[in-house]
């Protein structure tokens, strides 16, 4: 009997200690998914952010001389399919920065420039309706691209708000 009863412990435990490697190895198969998960969605994230910053870079929104109003229309229109994706991206940052052309004083085109990423800023909350992290820098005429001629359409280049995406 007691040799019947130990064979019975025995093939229990076997039985259990099958059991347990089998969840252990569905848990582990249910942790890789759950891990693939995330860095598929990272991947979608990072390739959203690139999509949206060389998009940024070669559109910036230009403003008038001495002004800090923004186009609202423009900005929505040029700019609508990458707020569209901004809405489903919270882990988002955005850098707004205030550029101005070479005329007028550093301190008065250093608050200029502040105002100007205010407006795009405004813009943005207006109408992405998720609670993007925003942050304003102002170069003011300090930094410019490359149009330092004294033309026009230099000016105008220079006066300018540039978005760049981060995680």
């Known amino acids: 009997m007691k040799k019947e009863l130990l064979t019975g412990i025995a093939m229990l435990g076997l039985l259990a200690g099958c059991a347990s490697k089998q969840a252990s190895v569905d848990d582990q198969k249910k942790g890789d998914d759950q891990i693939n998960e995330v860095v598929k969605n990272e991947e979608k994230v990072y390739d959203a952010i690139d999509e949206f910053n060389k998009f940024s870079a070669e559109n910036p929104i230009y ?3 001495d002004s800090d109003k923004v186009n609202k229309k423009d900005i929505l229109n040029n700019y ?3 707020f569209e994706k ?6 988002v940052k955005l850098t707004i920065n205030g550029y ?9 085109n250093m608050n200029l420039g502040k105002r100007r990423a205010s ?7 207006n109408n992405v ?4 992290k925003m942050k304003l820098i102002s170069f003011g005429k300090n930094k410019f691209k490359k149009y330092t001629d004294d033309v026009e359409e230099n000016y105008r280049k ?3 708000v540039e978005i760049i995406a981060s995680k």
Not at 86 to 91: D, G, S
Request: aromatic residues 12%; contains cysteine; positive net charge.
């Open 119 to 125: 407006s795009v800023k405004n813009a943005i909350k």
């Open 158 to 160: 220079n006066r300018r």
């Open 63 to 65: 403003f008038a001389f």
């Open 129 to 132: 309706k998720n609670d993007v």
């Open 80 to 82: 609508k399919v990458y």
């Open 86 to 91: 901004l809405k489903e991206l919270k882990q």
């Open 100 to 108: 101005c052309d070479s005329r007028g004083s550093v301190e008065y």
